[in-house]
Nanobody, 126 residues
């Protein structure tokens, strides 16, 4: 069984930065799995934020975060990161880590991801 655990959320002022982490445990697998970040604000559907291909050579971002967020991974540590800068109140949401089955490409779709973490709250407010 694979588990994904997010950390690093919290309260930050507009314009500030946060770094989210997603640690994979159980069967070590993320070297073969594309991983992504999604978020869900109250009353809204879960939306794609960013993804990084299993090989690490390709990334994908939502237009709303492009240029402000950076996704990365450290396969040796079985960990993925999301560096968030220039945060805005509309970035407030629960952020979820997700992973696909093996050797899949990056995708915007929730349905492409087989494994999910429990989420970490990010609140951007003054």
């Amino acid at each position: 069984q694979v588990q994904l655990v997010e950390s690093g959320g919290g309260l930050v002022q507009p314009g500030g930065s946060l770094r989210l982490s997603c640690a994979a445990s159980g069967r070590t697998f993320i070297t073969r799995n594309t991983m992504g970040w999604f978020r869900q604000a109250p009353g809204k559907e879960r939306e794609f934020v960013a993804a990084i291909r299993w090989s690490g050579d390709s990334t994908l971002y939502a237009d709303s975060v492009k240029g402000r967020f950076t996704i990365s991974r450290d396969n040796a540590e079985n960990t993925m990161y999301l560096q968030m800068s220039s945060l805005k109140p509309e970035d407030t949401a629960v952020y979820y880590c997700a992973a696909t089955s093996m050797y899949r490409d990056t995708s915007y779709s929730v349905n492409a991801y087989a494994y999910w973490g429990q989420g970490t709250q990010v609140t951007v407010s003054s």
